[in-house]
């Protein structure tokens, strides 16, 4: 079984910042990518960034400049530092991995529990 714990979460106002951490622990052979993705009542989950293992990144528009995915694959864990954080950024940000079990042929989708970030004065 693998399990993803994300930590980070909190409430904070607009211009701030928080970082996000997930990590990956159990039958873990090999990670690929890696993502952030978020959700808001009655919306869709959208990506918020991802990066491969190789350490390439792809972020949503709205957040380009603002923040960074990063990964320490010793650690199994990826990050998402958020900057000048907006009112809009507010959801519950979920931790996303691709994983290849021992023994296994292909990656597999798993997901943290998420954490919440409030953006607001």
């Known amino acids: 079984q693998v399990q993803l714990v994300e930590s980070g979460g909190g409430l904070v106002q607009p211009g701030g910042s928080l970082r996000l951490s997930c990590a990956a622990s159990g039958s873990i052979f090999r990670i690929n990518n890696m993502g952030w993705y978020r959700q808001t009542p009655g919306k869709q989950r959208e990506l918020v960034a991802v990066?491969?293992?190789?350490?390439?990144?792809n972020q949503l528009d709205s957040v380009k400049g603002r923040f960074t995915i990063s990964r320490d694959n010793a650690e199994n864990t990826v990050y998402l530092q958020m900057n000048s954080l907006k009112p809009e950024d507010t959801a519950v940000y979920y931790c996303n991995a691709q994983i290849v079990n021992f023994g296994g042929l292909y990656g597999m989708d798993y997901w943290g529990k998420g954490t919440l970030v409030t953006v607001s004065s």
């Open positions: 990066i491969t293992s190789g350490g390439s990144a």
